[in-house]
């Protein structure tokens, strides 16, 4: 009768966790296709990106005995590689022409030093026709770069499949002609300017925002709801508004002969007009334009839970209007703070079309030089590596504000 | 019965393949630059050899021919190209070659060959037209001496106001150097040390507080019209449009123009062979370069054509005789070998 009753408690207890896990199943199965979209359209193609910062494959797969004869060579000696390199270079080269592969390396190659597109393509059209005793001699009768350790070290370094050289460059560093990593000349040196630049910029804007936004945000929030929903339709206008049409609108705005210098001309206040625009000052005021309403509504959200109680309370203690502010509301609205600076802040360095459009050669940020990898040279190793080294940028910032703030209201997700 | 249907099926099979032998297709940049095409070498060809043409257009480059080309599949067949592409594809094999026999002689009996401009012609690109970035001011803003020099484009002093340059290095760092005193023949020798590059970028600090600078084509007369900038570098065929439909007040410094060759090229593999080398025959007589060099004042690259342009167009030709005197001619190989290590260095430039 016991046993019976503990089967049957087993046998319960089993249905149940059967019946459970069935419910488990089904509530994976519901939302598969959210983890399918996530992976195809955001985790793997972001890993995709990431690795391509670390690809190299143009040599190894058109020249594939020289490049890994190459990454044996050791270019310190200060010595051209043996003859046995020289040929085997050259037979591979030759077996590349039929495919365009010697282009393709040509093109690979330019990119680390100027003119040797040209070397590349006038060797592989001279290969069949060239005299001498050796490889080595041959090579350097077509062009006595051939003779140079810089050329070999510029192949050794794009040999491998898999390579740092997209973040040495990246961080304004490139390699001498013996290997070693050094600074880029004075003269070359851009990335790290950018990224400096980036953050000042988003971190400006941030600010900015936050002390625009806080007291409109107070305001909604004070005021009985329905005029705060008229307010509330003012903010959010602008936020539907397409980026571009609020960014050329600026430029109209800003511009030398535009609204606001014909109206400060008019009131002769200036002469000539101001240059509001295609510098720093017109990149500030579009974008803070633009992630305004991100900032306002977060710390919205936060003030209309804050109780007006304790305000009231601290004001009937005796403590005056700023004292009650700062000290019985305004660290309760801090979560709202901290959210809406990082939100602003995390969009605002992703930001490309707004400076491009508004801003100087001298206002723009990492992505339009990750843009500009991508679209006019080409060169996508070296903008993934950029926009990868943004990405890590933003999440280690994130985890520092996520670490100083405890965790609150700063999550995002 | 029979027999008149067999013939008729005969006729119409026939028909069909003369239709499909005599059919071409002709890539160009589209806009007014294809539309001013039509009348001068499109239309008049497939009235004569009654060749059907049809058109296309593309943004230059030559990954779509290189697609074409390897994946056995070409519907393009001769394609309006530059020559820094065009050299491209030479090399990758992209293109047939052109014969100088392929070219109707002048009237005087030169050959085809002969009556083209140095560089204008090679294996695979039959030229078409000159084309110039120029320096052109508003004449409003100068009503004392005008500007003749490339010198006087970096002189603030003598001739105030804003410049208005394309947001690349070429164009900007040639113009540098010419001013700072290097004769044209010795400009692309001096660019690719280092330290001419050096020389360039300083020649170009000195006005670059008042430069603005410009993204597409239509951008540069539209700011010399506004007033935004008194002096600018612009393609001069967007010049000679101002000037002759809108009548606005622009002149030329031909002084260092920097000429760009754009020629005819076939792609290799095209089932048309012969009417594509018939239409570049054609459209490379001397008579179709003029046609088109009157309406785009883009220099015809055969000598014997400059008597066929309308003598009020000769002037604003790239190719005219009073102009050349100063003139460059953009190195293509210059540019391949040196485009990905001087846009870095510009962009340096321009960020600090």
Known sequence: MGDAHVTGGRSLKSKLRRAERMEQV???????????????????????????????????????????????????????????????????????????????????????????????????????????????????????????????????????????????????????????????????????????????????????????????????????????????????????????????????????????????????????????????????????????????????????????????????????????????????????????????????????????????????????????????????????????????????????????????????? | MKKAKIIGLAALVGSVMTAHASELTFVSWGGSYQASQEPSVIKPFAAKSGVKVKVDSYNGGVAQVRSQVQTNNVTWDVVDMQLSDAMRACDEGLLEKIAATDLAPAKDGRSGKDDYLPGAFNECLAGNNMWADVIVYNKDKFKGAAPAKVADFFDLKKFPGKRALKKSPDGALEWALMADGVAPGQVYQTLATPAGVERAFKKLDTIKSSIVWWETGAQAPQLLADGEVAMAGAYNGRIFAAISADKKPFGYVWDGQLRHIEGFVIVKGTKNLKAAKEFVRHATQPEALASMANATSYGPLRQSSLAHVDPAVVKFLPTAPENVKGALDSDSAFWADHADDLNQKFAVWLAR
């Open chain 1, 26 to 413: 089904k509530a994976y199965l519901l939302i598969l296709p959210l983890f399918a979209f996530l992976l195809i359209c955001f985790l793997l193609p972001i890993g995709a990106l990431l690795v391509k910062g670390f690809t190299d494959p143009t040599l190894s797969d058109e020249l594939p005995r020289a490049a890994a004869m190459l990454r044996e060579w050791e270019p310190a000696g200060g010595e051209v590689p043996d003859e046995e390199i020289f040929a085997t270079f050259a037979k591979d080269l030759a077996a590349s022409r039929p495919t365009d592969g010697a282009s393709r390396v040509a093109k690979r190659l330019n990119i680390d030093q100027p003119g040797m597109r040209t070397l590349i393509l006038k060797t592989a059209n001279k290969l069949d026709t060239v005299e001498g005793a050796t490889w080595r001699d041959k090579l350097v009768s077509i062009d006595s770069r051939w003779g140079a350790v810089a050329t070999w070290s510029t192949l050794k370094y794009a040999a491998s499949p898999w390579t740092l050289g997209y973040y040495i460059k990246a961080l304004d560093f490139t390699r001498d002609e013996r290997g070693e990593i050094v600074q880029q000349p004075e003269g070359q040196r851009l990335y790290r300017d950018v990224f400096v630049r980036t953050a000042v910029v988003s971190l400006s804007v941030s600010v900015i925002c936050l002390l625009l936004g806080y007291p409109v945000a107070y305001f909604l929030a004070a005021l009985p709801a329905r005029y705060s929903n008229l307010f509330m339709i003012m903010v959010l206008l602008p936020f539907w508004t397409s980026i571009l049409v609020r960014t050329t609108a600026w430029v109209v705005a800003l511009q030398s002969n535009g609204v606001i210098n014909a109206l400060l001309i008019r009131l002769g206040v200036t002469e000539d007009g101001f240059a509001l625009i295609y510098n720093r000052f017109g990149v500030l005021v579009a974008m803070t334009h633009i992630l305004l309403p991100y900032a306002i509504l977060s710390l919205y959200s936060v003030m209309k839970g804050v109780p007006v109680i304790y305000v009231k309370a601290a004001r009937s203690l005796g403590a005056g209007p700023i004292r009650a502010f700062f000290q019985a509301y305004f660290p309760q609205t801090l979560p709202g703070v901290a959210a809406a600076g990082m939100l602003t802040f995390i969009l605002a360095v992703g930001y490309y079309i707004t400076p491009a459009i508004v801003g100087g050669p001298s206002d723009q940020l990492a992505s339009y030089y990750i843009a500009n990898h991508v679209n006019t040279t080409l060169n996508w190793g070296l903008a993934s590596a950029l926009a990868s080294m943004l990405l890590v940028g933003v999440l280690l910032l994130y985890a520092v504000f996520v670490r100083l703030t405890g965790g609150r209201g700063a999550k995002l997700g």
